[in-house]
T-cell receptor, first 111, second 115 residues
């Protein structure tokens, strides 16, 4: 069964304190791995897509990486406005177009 | 930037009543999806829709659920006889193609509360 697990469930950082969020996945043929940001009361906002092991994508203070078993979202020198829940989702070859989501990591950045 | 819009933002309904959730996908997108998120749980896939028919549905999407694209812009989710456990955030998403290099874009959801 395809599965996505994110850790930690919650992460509290001081402004400027870099860290990483983890997304472990088990899928029967990965077509793509997605990172989304979700603010309270809002829908998931697309950040990155990764397709193959070794791939990296960057956007401002965020960098996403991918291996054959997991993905990391690295946050460099975070700011309070980076506080949100970060969701990881996979697109599997055997699951049509649907996304399978992890439970998310709630990030809080204090000034 | 084009976005997916959903109405209403909050719907309160008595158990057993019918409810229709509405979505306007991004205009040039061809694939449409409904997901739901029960408070504190993962976002779960419900159904995907392409070319005026369901292309995939989950076990959650039973006979009480239906989807429709009544015109060229709207995409609706109907729950025929709501249950308490249908209380959740319902998200609509759309993408131009059903491929991983075309990410799904989500609306801000409808919070459905069943009393």
């Amino acid at each position: 069964e395809d599965q996505v697990t994110q850790s930690p469930e919650a992460l509290r950082l001081q402004e400027g304190e870099s860290s990483s969020l983890n997304c472990s996945y088990t899928v029967s043929g990965l077509r793509g791995l997605f990172w989304y940001r979700q603010d309270p009361g809002k829908g998931p906002e697309f950040l990155f897509t990764l397709y193959s092991a070794g791939e990296e994508k960057e956007k401002e203070r965020l960098k996403a990486t991918l291996t054959k078993k997991e993905s990391f979202l690295h946050i460099t020198a975070p700011k309070p406005e980076d506080s949100a829940t970060y969701l990881c989702a996979v697109h599997s070859r055997n699951q049509g177009g649907k996304l399978i989501f992890g439970q998310g990591t709630e990030l809080s950045v204090k000034p | 930037e084009p976005e997916v819009t959903q109405t209403p933002s909050h719907q309160v309904t008595q158990m057993g009543q019918e409810v229709i959730l509405r979505c306007v996908p991004i205009s040039n997108h061809l694939y449409f999806y409904w997901y739901r998120q029960i408070l504190g749980q993962k976002v779960e896939f419900l159904v995907s829709f392409y070319n005026n028919e369901i292309s995939e549905k989950s076990e959650i999407f039973d006979d009480q659920f239906s989807v429709e694209r009544p015109d060229g812009s709207n995409f609706t989710l109907k729950i025929r006889s709501t249950k308490l456990e249908d209380s959740a955030m319902y998200f609509c998403a759309s993408s131009p193609e059903d491929r991983s290099n075309q990410p799904q874009h989500f609306g801000d959801g409808t919070r459905l509360s069943i009393l």
